[in-house]
């Protein structure tokens, strides 16, 4: 998200999507695709961009479902390794450079990557800004309202009833974050971060033009639904088929 932030122009920059195509390698390119999608989609909603932007989050992420079995395998490659390098450190832990060798040899001999976990993010971190990109800078979005809510106004310049998005947006954020860390050993430090970024995204989608939390939202409820089929439910099935002791 401090990415994302980073990456925001300014409120005035509007384009009409062919106008893309005049633009640099990367509008012309990458945003111009996504937002021909979003024009498309509300096309067929009747210029509906609150659910053009549903149907885009679905397809997109989706799309790369993929990387995020990659990543999940990964983390349960991970998380089953950890009372052998528990183990190692505690024989090791008094020499740091023979403790780094033998966990490399733990990861060779079991054949895990622990860099693998990082890298689907990084993939999709294009995609992510492509789409973040064709919302913010769409102006049928900017002149566009869903369920009374101003898509290009930023919530904190509207009705009362706005708020529900970002705090909708927080709120997501936190139960994506619970699911996780309750499937993995999560040091402290890690489980405060967990507890200020939902923070940090209210506080953001208070800025911004409200088509952006509502994307956020949706992504969110996306991933709850597919983190409940990869980390709760299987997590319980595992439970189920285990033998009695």
């Known amino acids: 998200m401090l990415l994302l932030s980073g990456c925001t122009p300014s409120t005035s ?6 106008d893309l195509l005049q633009g640099n390698f990367w509008e ?7 937002a021909l999608m979003l024009d498309t989609f509300a096309g067929w909603f009747n210029g509906e961009y609150g659910f053009a932007i549903l149907l885009l989050t679905i397809i997109v992420r989706t799309l790369i479902l993929p ?12 998380q089953a390794l950890q009372p052998e390098l528990a183990k190692i450190k505690e024989k090791y832990k008094d020499n740091p450079q023979k403790q780094q060798e033998e966990t490399m040899k733990l990861f060779q ?13 990084i993939v999709q971190m294009p995609i992510f800004i492509a789409l973040y990109n064709s919302i913010y800078w769409n102006p049928a979005i900017r002149d566009h309202s869903f369920l009374g809510i101003k898509m290009g106004v930023p919530v904190n310049e509207q009705a009362w009833y706005a708020y529900l998005l970002p705090v909708l947006a927080a709120l997501t954020t936190f139960i994506q974050s619970k699911m996780m860390s ?3 050993k999560t040091m402290p430090m890690m489980q405060g971060i967990m507890l200020i970024f939902p923070v940090l995204i209210f506080v953001m989608a208070l800025n911004f033009p ?8 949706f992504s969110n409820v996306y991933t709850i639904i597919q983190n409940y089929f990869l980390y709760v439910r299987s997590s319980n099935k595992g439970k189920e088929s285990a033998p009695a002791k």
Do not use: D, I
Request: hydrophobic fraction near 40%; glycine fraction near 2%; charged fraction near 15%.
């Open 109 to 121: 001999q079991h054949r895990v990557n622990p860099l693998a976990g990082c890298l689907p993010l």
């Open 210 to 217: 409200a088509a952006l939390p509502l994307y956020w939202v």
């Open 13 to 18: 920059h509007t384009v009409r999507t062919e």
């Open 67 to 78: 990387l995020t079995l990659k990543q999940y395998r990964s983390s349960k490659a991970m």
């Open 28 to 34: 012309k390119n990458v945003v111009y695709w996504f």
């Open 182 to 184: 309750s499937q993995q």
